[in-house]
Nanobody, 123 residues
Framework: QVQLVESGGGLVQAGGSLRLSCAAS????????MGWFRQAPGKARDFVAT????????YYAESVKGRFTISRGSAKNTVNLQMNSLKPEDTAVYYC????????????????WGQGTQVTVSS
């Protein structure tokens, strides 16, 4: 089975940083667009960021622009999310997402999802 596994979540104070990683297994994701969503309790799952298969195009939600950076990992089946200047409102479960059809599909929720990793930002 295809599986996306997130790591790097945790508890940080406001203004701090975390780096999330996502690794795909089960098939080759080297040419897949990948990205991140997040969902806080009682709220919808929202798009955070995505990156094209070749790493040449990135897109961010306005709420994280300038604070978060998405990048391809050293392995083609990985993606990272560097989160700086974290705010309490960034608290959510963060989900990795991937789709072979490109960033337009990841931006609306692509075919494959990870299980999520909790990010909690204390004030």
């Amino acid at each position: 089975q295809v599986q996306l596994v997130e790591s790097g979540g945790g508890l940080v104070q406001a203004g701090g940083s975390l780096r999330l990683s996502c690794a795909a297994s089960g098939r080759t994701f080297g040419n897949y667009a990948m990205g991140w969503f997040r969902q806080a309790p009682g709220k919808a799952r929202d798009f955070v960021a995505t990156i094209s298969g070749d790493g040449g195009a990135t897109y961010y939600a306005e709420s994280v622009k300038g604070r978060f950076t998405i990048s391809r990992g050293s392995a083609k089946n990985t993606v990272n999310l560097q989160m700086n200047s974290l705010k309490p409102e960034d608290t959510a479960v963060y989900y990795c997402n991937a789709d072979s059809k490109g960033t337009d599909y990841v931006r609306i929720g692509g075919n494959y999802w990870g299980q999520g990793t909790q990010v909690t930002v204390s004030s």
